[in-house]
């Protein structure tokens, strides 16, 4: 079947939008979630590794006390005031963490990367952010196809997610993920009085030759 190309574009310019506040009447389709967690497992890494491992959560309490850890969107530069990160208070919050899985040199194995990587810490970790804003990307669009709204959040405290997801492993990302609330502005912050500020998208150049 022939893709709706402007059904797409709607979908990967709607995708980059923060969405602050939600519609938590509503839950979202198990058939749907599965769509995404198929994205982010299938989604391409380097040498196929599983650079991180993903968290997929509905409990509303879990969620509402990662949210207390995201205190740090500045709103005044002068007196360092902050507010929370309420795109993470969506109907599915999406954690990104560090993979229980030790990459390794293993030809044979279903583990594969280069020794030189091995050696150079700073290429594994370059390798394992692309992986991660690849598995990102890829849950985003795939979200925004399927109707959702979204919102990533990197302003939190990890040890403190980590904790309260029982897991060993540092959290590299959140994503909110749901349905927006129609009634309201989707900059409101959901649960504060507070309106975040809208940012002109910085131009990228693109060439061709």
Known sequence: TAVNKSDLKKAIIRSRHCQRDWDLSKSIPDEDIEMIKTTVTNCPSKQTVAYYKVIFVTDRDKIARIYETTNGFITNFRSNDTVTNSQVLANLLVVFAESDVEPKENIFGDVFVPSKDLEKPEDLLKDK????????????????????????????????????????????????????????????????????PTKKKQQISVEQK
């Open 129 to 196: 952010h692309m992986a991660v804003g690849i598995g990102a990307g890829y849950a985003n669009i795939t979200a925004s196809m399927l109707g959702y709204s979204t919102g990533c959040c990197a302003c939190f405290d990890p040890a403190q997610v980590a904790e309260i997801l029982d897991i060993d492993t540092h959290v590299h990302l959140l994503m909110g993920i749901g349905f927006k609330d129609e009634t309201r502005p989707r900059r409101e912050h959901h649960a504060e009085d507070f309106v975040f």
